[in-house]
């Protein structure tokens, strides 16, 4: 697997508004993950997109994977306080038997009532 | 379903002691993987276990050790505690072992050495 970079470090909203977060990484994947994180709690999985697609919905979310730009980006919709957290990407690849995810600093989303 | 369980929540430890924190995968899980959260490093790769044996390790010091029960329940051990190893502590199961699927993480340890 590799260390995914997400972009901005810190985003802060209005609710109501849509966030926008951006990953990139350097090598090819297999797929892209992206896992939210409430202060001081553990990784919760939002949302997993494989190479050969180029969108995914989930609910209020939206991920796009552009593979040719190495680059992935997760959309919030209607943004509620509750969506405050940081939010990481990591992208892999099918290197063997292993599940080891590389995360790289995340966003931090602040979304104010 | 129960969750993946971290054991204990919170604890304070002082310098050169050692500690073991527990982790209890989700039924059918048989893949634990153990992350160190800091302000300072982030999120960081501890190591990856299946079927009792380790399959990866991070760039830690071999104060840094683990294992695996053959009911697939994990611990991790530091010795020698040091100031800069206080940190939250993830574990993480999956029922796959190829990273075609989500982790599943418990809430973590929260580690304070004095």
């Known amino acids: 697997s590799q260390q995914g970079e997400e972009d901005p470090q810190a985003l802060s909203i209005q609710e109501g508004e849509n966030a926008t977060m951006n990953c990139s990484y350097k090598?090819?994947?297999?797929?892209l993950q992206w896992y939210r994180q409430n202060s001081g709690r553990g990784l919760v999985h939002l949302i997993l997109?494989?190479?050969?697609?180029r969108e995914k919905h989930s609910g209020r979310l939206r991920v796009t994977l552009d593979t040719s730009k190495k680059s992935s980006s997760l959309l919030i919709t209607a943004s509620r306080a509750a969506d405050t957290a940081s939010y990481f990407c990591?992208?892999?690849?099918?290197?063997?038997?292993?599940?080891?995810?590389?995360f790289g600093t995340g966003t931090l989303l602040a979304v104010q009532p | 379903k129960a969750g993946v369980t971290q054991t204990p929540r919170y604890l304070i430890k002082t310098r050169g002691q050692q500690v073991t924190l527990s982790c209890s995968p989700i039924?059918?899980?048989?893949?634990v993987s153990w992350y160190q959260q800091t302000p300072g490093q982030g999120l960081q790769f501890l190591f990856e276990?299946?079927?009792?044996?380790?399959?990866n390790k991070g760039n830690f010091p071999g104060r840094f050790s683990g294992r695996q029960f053959s009911n697939s329940r994990s611990e991790m051990n530091v010795s020698t505690l040091e100031l800069g190893d206080s940190a939250l502590y993830l574990c993480?199961?999956?029922?796959?072992?190829?990273?075609?699927?989500?982790?599943?993480f418990g809430e973590g340890s929260r580690l304070t050495v004095l």
């Open positions: 997109i494989r190479s050969n697609e």
């Open positions: 090598t090819s994947i297999n797929n």
């Open positions: 990591a992208p892999s690849n099918y290197g063997g038997a292993t599940n080891k995810l590389i």
């Open positions: 276990y299946f079927s009792e044996t380790q399959r």
């Open positions: 039924s059918g899980h048989r893949s």
């Open positions: 993480a199961s999956s029922p796959r072992t190829d990273n075609t699927g989500e982790l599943f």
